[in-house]
C-alpha cells in the first residue's frame, strides 16, 4: 500500500512539474479567452526589450488583443504605458517593442482580452524580468 501511495505522489508531482513553461500562460475558465500568453525577449537594438503576446478566443471575436501594456524597471518602477494592438476573429498574436536604456532590466505587466457579443473577459500576464541590450 505505501508503495501505490508512494508511486501515485511521484506521479502527480511529475506530471505537475510537465506544465511549467518558458512563457506566462494563463490557463483558466473563461466565456471567451481559451489561451493567453506574454514574453519578453532583448531585442536586437540597443535598448530594446521585446514583448511578444498571443490570445485565442472559444469563439470568434468581435475584438481581441491587448488593452495595454505596463513597462517597469525591475526594481519596481513604474515606466510607461504601451498601447496594444487588437484585431477580431478567433486569435490575436503580436509583438511590440519597447526602447528603455540599455543595461536597464525591465518587465511587462500585459492586459489581453476577448469580446464576444456581449461576453466580455481579459486576463493579466507579467512577463520575466529582461535586460535591455
Do not use: W
Amino acid at each position: 500500500m505505501k508503495k501505490l501511495i508512494s508511486a501515485i505522489l511521484v506521479l502527480t508531482v511529475m506530471f505537475s512539474l510537465c506544465t511549467i513553461g518558458a512563457h506566462a500562460v494563463e490557463a483558466r475558465a473563461s466565456l471567451t479567452i481559451t489561451t493567453a500568453t506574454a514574453s519578453a525577449k532583448a531585442g536586437s537594438r540597443t535598448g530594446e526589450i521585446n514583448i511578444t503576446y498571443n490570445v485565442r478566443s472559444s469563439k470568434s471575436a468581435d475584438s481581441i488583443g491587448v488593452e495595454s501594456i505596463a513597462i517597469y524597471k525591475s526594481g519596481g518602477g513604474y515606466v510607461t504605458t504601451i498601447d496594444g494592438t487588437t484585431a477580431n476573429g478567433r486569435q490575436h498574436t503580436n509583438t511590440t517593442t519597447y526602447k528603455g536604456v540599455s543595461g536597464t532590466s525591465y518587465y511587462a505587466v500585459v492586459t489581453l482580452y476577448a469580446e464576444v457579443g456581449s461576453e466580455y473577459d481579459s486576463t493579466t500576464i507579467t512577463t520575466s524580468t529582461v535586460k535591455a541590450p
